[in-house]
């Protein structure tokens, strides 16, 4: 597809387990970042890939949270031990080498309900 | 750090009519500013931005921007609305230092009725 794909769209959990989000980003795109969005909220950002490295990782609240990028494309985002202030939809974007500042595209999310 | 205000949470608006969304931002640095647009089902688009230059910026779909610094502010307006323009609305902005981490608002839904 021509979009950023992830999955899966629709992820309920118990509250303790553990979480992979996955993220496949625009085809060329070398940056990647991963936003989360609260119920009434706007997206907040989590981190930023640009590569294969965490360029900026300030944004994970805490470290039950972590991402990777292996090979500079996929991405998967982990959350250990969920918790139900976890619940919300986790927003991948990218963006190509040329980026137009700011312009971030990015998929339809993935939403997480911890129970 | 960066911060968004958007002043109304929701905004009815009739087909043809004007409609204006209100963004306020706080910021001890230069910044970028950015408008988004979710329609129902979508992934967030880009609608607009200010990156430096001339005030009043030009969007897609006949949206516009004008960047007031002294009033910090970023309005969005549209002199007349389609049913299409029904989505939700993000104002974000960025330190020109550190442009890739976007600050968003919590966001303007806009329902366009006939």
């Known amino acids: 597809g021509a979009g950023v794909s992830q999955t899966p769209s629709n992820k309920v959990t118990e509250k303790g387990k553990y979480v992979e989000l996955r993220c496949d980003p625009i085809s060329g795109h070398t940056a990647l970042y991963w936003y989360r969005q609260s119920l009434g909220q706007g997206p907040e950002f989590l981190i930023y890939f640009q590569g294969t490295g965490a360029a900026d990782d300030s944004g994970l609240p805490n470290d039950r949270f972590f991402a990777v990028r292996p090979e500079g494309s996929v991405s998967t985002l982990k959350i250990q031990r969920t918790e139900r202030g976890d619940s919300a939809v986790y927003l991948c974007?990218?963006?190509?080498?040329?980026?137009?500042?700011?312009?971030?595209?990015f998929g339809e999310g993935s939403r997480l309900t911890v129970l | 750090a960066q911060s968004v205000t958007q002043l109304d949470s929701q905004v009815p608006v009739f087909e043809e009519a004007p409609v204006e969304l209100r963004c306020n931002y706080s910021?001890?640095?230069?910044?970028?500013l950015f408008w988004y647009v979710q329609y129902p089902n979508q992934g967030l688009q880009l609608l607009l931005k200010y990156l430096s230059g001339s005030t009043l910026v030009k969007g897609i779909n006949g949206f516009e921007a004008e960047f007031n610094k002294s009033q910090t502010s970023f309005h969005l307006r549209k002199p007349s609305v389609h049913i299409s323009d029904t989505a939700e609305y993000f104002c974000a902005v960025t330190s020109i230092y550190n442009d890739y981490k976007l600050s968003f608002g919590a966001g303007t839904t806009v329902t366009v009725r006939a």
């Open positions: 974007a990218s963006s190509p080498p040329e980026r137009s500042t700011g312009e971030l595209f």
């Open positions: 910021s001890s640095v230069s910044v970028y």
